[in-house]
Nanobody
Framework: VQLVESGGGLVQPGGSLRLSCAASGFAFSYYGMNWYRQRPGKERELVAAITSAGGSTNYADSVKGRFTISRDNAKNTVYLQMNSLKPEDTAVYYC?????????WGQGTQVTVSS
């Protein structure tokens, strides 16, 4: 299983970024996918989740209405569209899936929201 995130960077408050996570090594379309983040000095937290076919999504209260998770099963990729970014969204964002009871993580991508 390999998960590779991309799309992070430095953005001003109120700006947008789209993160991507390219998956390989497993039957992507059969598994739910998640985005987590770890803010400085904080524990890793679940930000958004999507079911295998993309029919259901869930969000942390802190990002509801601003972030959108989606997936393209033909491209084995999951996305996180982040709008109206705030300084408190600054974190390393990780792609995650659970397969056969084991957690798999990408290397993370840094998102910094600052003026």
């Amino acid at each position: 299983v390999q998960l590779v995130e991309s799309g992070g960077g430095l953005v001003q408050p109120g700006g947008s970024l789209r993160l991507s996570c390219a998956a390989s090594g497993f039957a992507f379309s059969y598994y739910g996918m998640n985005w987590y983040r770890q803010r400085p000095g904080k524990e890793r937290e679940l930000v958004a989740a999507i079911t295998s076919a993309g029919g259901s999504t869930n969000y942390a209260d802190s990002v509801k209405g601003r972030f959108t998770i989606s997936r393209d099963n033909a491209k084995n990729t999951v996305y996180l569209q982040m709008n109206s970014l705030k300084p408190e969204d600054t974190a390393v964002y990780y792609c995650n899936t659970i397969r056969r009871g084991s957690n798999y993580w990408g290397q993370g991508t840094q998102v910094t929201v600052s003026s």
